[in-house]
């Protein structure tokens, strides 16, 4: 029998006349979100360097934390005991958890995030993870302890962290593997999915909702495979994972084939991006939500993300605040900007700040790029309602240089934000 | 002539019956100081841990930054071109600056806190302060360039950063000296306390008010020629310096006997004490107002300040949250706290962020015991004004044990909240 999610609901509210776009809401027992929205990673069942009250006073409407965090520590039994993750970490808003997956195939294959976002890493301590049909043994990055994290496993630690949105356990397939490591590695992520949506059902009272992943690499006909495979479980909504190829323009071709496959009622989330210029492009190929460290980690790196309209450097979505040209300037990140940072810090406070290495410079710029965030997302329902996504899209981000052709090869180190995850 | 302070005031609004204690108030061109009051140490230009508008929710009533460390970075002119530490910073509420001689003393005898708290270390680094009766050559803690303060710099520097309050500038006399350095030291202060009252009068505009320091660690007939030197100059208010001598009583003799030799119509601050004990005894005494790192220090290290009525440890002010105990409870540090922390975050979460390292901890626990400094602060104006101060103190702290006799031997280490500063 189909799942039903009778407390969830995704509503479009309107479809672009330009692109694939669409705004849209979608209910939780927590709240409303409305879409296109940005997720932000509370990794560790917090956001470093801002808390609860602060994220929603720059307008948030939608965390993350990550299960293969939370079951090594506090354990997901323990934040359960404590009346969930909502009431843990103190947010009451609309939360999602992934399913351990995507963390626990780095132990794989050094660094996921490495591979996934395509550097090229020596691969490196394959050996602590074994991956069978039952599930995963990995180390623990804490103390090297074997846990193993299964499809039945993760479904029932998303449970007992409670938040609103949990997601599928899947094989994360990295990009230096061939068409028939990913065709297996979908097959079996489809079994692990299966079996994933059997022990959610048997456990459903209504107050969650599961969202599948698609996965397939970059081959349009294992992506077609896997969007049969998500269409017809009964998934509230779609996540697009696993390697989205070597360059930007690839992935923006995998994300043009895919969303089109996918059962358009249905929320479609891409996993792990967070570039504006990525995000312009991924909701107009029709792309509800997205999720990516980038934002809060590039602010405690002296990262202010700022529109292009107010950047004279044109080679970067943000003001690299360490920079000597700031010293003495007395203009905040963005005098259009109404968050907390820019309403009482220069740019020559702030990278005094960050020169001093003052613990303030985090909270600050974190807070400024979560509000950019925000009213980026912001920015884009409103032109997506009034059709003028592309008009909206020069504002935040300088044009595209002419292209020089790169060589299509695995060692290709991509110089972007998504470098930055 | 002297000078006078039109734009500042200090109003003793009530003398308690059964103390010295007074409840008062200091009025500066930044607003009001409600005393005995607590001031915070914005050390570089920023609380560590919490934005202004944070220490204003926290009811905040005025904050320091050290000239020391600002003078090295950003420099003081710097601060001077960006409007002034109010405006850089971004508090508008009253600001005090120290004179830079605390630090500068730490080079000259390893660190200075150990000594002025007495703690016993090898004296180390000797050579690289040379005091002369010109001033202080010492190597900046940064890159170990070379750096002079002298009386009139050190105001300089303090009219370029333009907090409300300023301090002259003097010798900090270390602990382990004998009584003839220290009379020599108490002499070689006095003359550049009054090069010190020279150069700001020089360039009196009104919008600061000066704090001369009184020396003479714990010889009472140096505390009386340094009260005379203090009263007989036309200081705004006064600060008490120097040793206070080898243990917690022997501070609190140094303060009975220091407080009644000074004009009764200036505010009386005691420089680096913040252990609630102590802040309970220097009021009884006569003390107006305080400073030290310890709140918010104490904060990043996981020390939570509670009431001793709520605090089933009675040898600690605070809890130490990553104490086992913590691991499953609920409740907040404290439930009758109105802090975002305690209004947000159970005790099991705090420690579990602490564990894992996470930012938010510090953030979460320095908002608590800022907040919990300004009701200690606010409750005790209360029980000034209703003649119960010794009635208030058994709510916070826990009753002395009875006391072992210590050898009083100049290695002693005092184990106390003094010795965390």
């Known amino acids: 029998m189909p799942l039903s999610y009778p407390n969830f609901k995704f509503e479009i509210l309107k479809s672009s006349r330009q692109s694939n776009a669409r705004l849209g809401k979608i209910t939780t027992p927590h709240g409303d979100v409305l879409t296109p929205a940005f997720i932000f990673c509370a990794t560790k069942a917090a956001i470093k360097g801002a808390s609860p009250a602060q994220m929603k006073a720059c307008d948030t409407q939608i965390q993350?934390?990550?299960?293969?965090?939370?079951?090594?520590?506090?354990?997901?039994?323990?934040?359960?005991?404590?009346?969930?993750?909502?009431?843990?970490?103190?947010w009451n808003g609309p939360l999602l958890t992934d399913s351990g997956g995507y963390q626990v195939f780095?132990?794989?294959?050094?660094?996921?995030?490495?591979?996934?976002?395509?550097?090229?890493?020596?691969?490196r301590q394959k050996s602590v993870c074994k991956i069978s049909e039952e599930g995963v043994v990995f180390k623990s990055y804490l103390?090297?302890?074997?846990?193993?994290?299964?499809?039945?496993?993760?479904?029932?630690?998303?449970?007992?962290?409670?938040?609103?949105?949990?997601?599928?356990?899947?094989?994360?397939?990295?990009?230096?593997?061939?068409?028939?490591?990913?065709?297996?590695?979908?097959?079996?992520s489809h079994r692990w999915g299966v079996r994933s949506v059997n022990e959610f059902a048997t456990h459903h009272t209504g107050v969650q909702a599961l969202y599948g992943i698609i996965q397939g690499g970059v081959y349009p006909d294992l992506r077609c495979i896997a969007a049969d495979f998500v269409n017809n479980q009964s998934f509230f909504g779609h996540a697009i994972g696993g390697s989205l190829g070597a360059e930007k323009e690839q992935m923006y071709d995998v994300v043009a084939f895919t969303v089109p496959l996918l059962n358009p009622s249905r929320p479609i989330h891409l996993l792990g991006i967070g570039?504006?210029?990525?995000?312009?492009?991924?909701?107009?190929?029709?792309?509800?939500?997205?999720?990516?460290?980038?934002?809060?980690?590039?602010?405690?790196?002296?990262?202010?993300?700022?529109?292009?309209?107010?950047?004279?450097?044109?080679?970067?979505?943000?003001?690299?605040?360490?920079?000597?040209?700031?010293?003495?300037?007395?203009?905040?990140?963005?005098?259009?900007?109404?968050?907390?940072?820019?309403?009482?810090?220069?740019?020559?406070?702030?990278?005094?700040?960050?020169?001093?290495?003052?613990?303030?410079?985090?909270?600050?710029?974190?807070?400024?790029?979560?509000?950019?965030?925000?009213?980026?997302?912001?920015?884009?329902?409103?032109?997506?309602?009034?059709?003028?996504?592309?008009?909206?899209?020069?504002?935040?981000?300088?044009?595209?240089?002419?292209?020089?052709?790169?060589?299509?090869?695995?060692?290709?180190?991509?110089?972007?934000?998504?470098?930055?995850v």
């Open 64 to 90: 993350l934390a990550n299960t293969y965090h939370l079951m090594i520590n506090p354990g997901s039994d323990l934040v359960k005991r404590m009346g969930g993750l909502h009431k843990f970490m103190g």
């Open 106 to 123: 780095s132990l794989g294959y050094g660094s996921v995030s490495s591979e996934i976002k395509r550097k090229n890493l020596t691969p």
């Open 143 to 188: 103390d090297g302890k074997l846990h193993k994290l299964t499809p039945e496993k993760s479904i029932e630690i998303q449970r007992d962290l409670g938040p609103d949105l949990v997601v599928v356990f899947d094989e994360c397939t990295p990009y230096n593997v061939d068409k028939s490591y990913t065709e297996n590695s979908l097959h079996l």
């Open 275 to 420: 570039g504006v210029r990525d995000i312009f492009s991924a909701v107009s190929h029709g792309i509800d939500t997205f999720d990516c460290v980038h934002p809060t980690r590039l602010a405690r790196h002296g990262g202010a993300l700022i529109r292009a309209i107010q950047n004279e450097d044109t080679t970067k979505e943000h003001l690299v605040l360490s920079h000597y040209r700031f010293k003495e300037d007395e203009r905040p990140i963005d005098d259009t900007c109404t968050c907390e940072c820019c309403r009482t810090y220069s740019r020559a406070y702030l990278r005094y700040l960050f020169s001093a290495n003052e613990l303030l410079a985090i909270q600050a710029v974190t807070l400024h790029n979560v509000t950019y965030m925000n009213r980026l997302m912001t920015a884009i329902r409103q032109a997506i309602l009034d059709d003028r996504l592309e008009d909206e899209k020069k504002i935040w981000i300088h044009e595209e240089k002419e292209k020089t052709v790169q060589p299509k090869t695995k060692n290709t180190l991509i110089k972007s934000e998504m470098a930055l």
